[in-house]
């Protein structure tokens, strides 16, 4: 939480973005919201459209919270923090039901349930709660893009092995290995990279790896 | 009342065991992780779960049939249901510190963790999406919550023998948790089938 003071001082909107996509990725490196991370990654085009889905809320969520930040009482802002995300999810939710049912109907339940994502209500307590804006909105930005980022490797590799395709296009005229589509397959998958994030970050930046306490 | 009887089992079976919610769903995955260093906090942890899950699960569905359908807000579905299981949360959290400090003392702690739990949310949903009634709100609720229990305690059992395993440095902590899990997860898939829901 350290990174999170330090860009707060200093509000720099490209480093607060970076900073979202790669050392605070919400996935690999912080373990949090890991749910629908592995329930829609089956392809890219699901992976994708979730990956909007929050980063659209997470932005939001933030800029919400931030424009609100003097009139919330400290002492109830747990529920108002909930009832402001449950309200843009309840966005995102129709508005994917409007515009695309075939994709609704198989990642409708995720999409709802961005609601209970601790991603966004620990960016809407640390981050946008304390910052004007303008930082907020670009925090938002960054912590759903290093999500969608994070999304959208992990659909890569099961699609490309799962169906040998890539956004529903054959590549691989082979037959593909059926398991990287089951549950399975996003266990391994997840696991797989996290461990190559940790190892990337005790090679080259000397972290001690440990990826993520495990929190919702 | 026999095919009533047939129903209410194949929910709690289908929703326990064949889609159980941690290993083919993925949902509450970050309880689910969290909480499984050690078997002691495996079990309370799924007993205290247990319990909300039904309770909120047979609230939620009375707000849902009684008010939501009624006034045409099922649209609200979401907040309603956030609502619903924070509020009765807090407030089971407030009566058990009152009533039995002993038990506040062992299973107060999961309490504050379960609010924001993704299976919370979701089994009222389900509920609310397949149209169940009542009492198949409440097995789906209980199902869950069993399933929920048995992965907890699989998982913690196996984490406390990976405690001593000479894992490579990169994959300590999550990234062998999740590989763990995907093999428990393959062996899960071979449920699959046994009652098409």
């Known amino acids: 939480m350290g990174a999170i003071e330090a860009t707060a001082g200093r509000p720099n909107s490209l480093q607060i973005v970076i900073s979202g996509i790669f050392r605070e990725n919400a996935i690999f490196r912080m373990a949090i919201s890991l749910c629908p991370a592995i329930a829609v990654t089956t392809g890219l085009k699901t992976g994708f459209l979730m990956g909007i889905a929050v980063v659209f809320v997470n932005t939001m969520v933030n800029v919400t919270v931030s424009l609100m930040r003097k009139v919330i009482h400290p002492r109830i802002r747990m529920p108002i923090y909930m009832l402001i995300i449950s309200g843009w999810v309840t966005v995102a939710d129709l508005t994917l039901a409007a515009f695309s049912r075939d994709a609704y109907k198989q990642m409708g339940l995720y999409i709802q349930l961005i609601v209970a994502f601790a991603s966004i209500l620990t960016r809407a307590e640390n981050f946008a709660s304390k910052n004007k804006v303008i930082p907020s909105f670009f925090d938002g930005i960054g912590i759903g893009t290093g999500f969608f980022f994070a999304l959208m490797v992990i659909s890569f590799f099961r699609e490309l092995l799962g169906k040998g395709a890539l956004w529903g296009v054959d590549i691989i005229h082979a037959k593909p290995l059926l398991i990287a589509l089951l549950p399975t397959g996003g266990f391994f998958a997840t696991g797989l990279l996290m461990g190559f994030f940790n190892w990337i970050d005790i090679r080259f930046y000397g972290g001690k790896g440990a990826g993520g306490a495990g929190g919702h | ?197």
């Open chain 2, 1 to 197: 009342m026999d095919r009533e009887f047939a129903k209410l089992f194949e929910i709690f079976v289908a929703s326990a065991i064949i889609n159980n919610f941690v290993f083919t769903r993925f949902l509450g995955l970050c309880i689910f992780f969290g909480v499984t260093k050690k078997v002691e906090t495996a079990v309370g942890m799924s007993i205290t779960f247990t319990a909300v899950m039904m309770i909120s699960a047979a609230m939620s569905w009375v707000i849902f049939t009684g008010i939501m359908v009624p006034l045409d807000i099922t649209f609200l579905k979401i907040v309603i249901f956030i609502g619903i299981i924070a509020s009765f949360v807090q407030a089971s959290d407030t009566i058990m510190r009152k009533v039995s400090p002993g038990l506040y003392y062992k299973l107060g702690v999961y309490l504050a963790l379960i609010s924001t739990n993704c299976i919370m949310l979701a089994v009222p949903l389900i509920n609310a999406g397949e149209h169940y009634g009542f009492i198949e709100s409440i097995t789906l609720g209980l199902g869950s919550g069993i399933g929920f229990a048995i992965a907890l305690i699989i998982m913690a059992s196996i984490r406390e023998k990976l405690e001593l395993a000479d894992v490579p440095v990169p994959f300590r902590g999550m990234p062998i948790a999740f590989v763990t899990t995907g093999l428990i997860a393959l062996a899960f898939t071979g449920f699959a089938g046994i009652i098409t829901m």
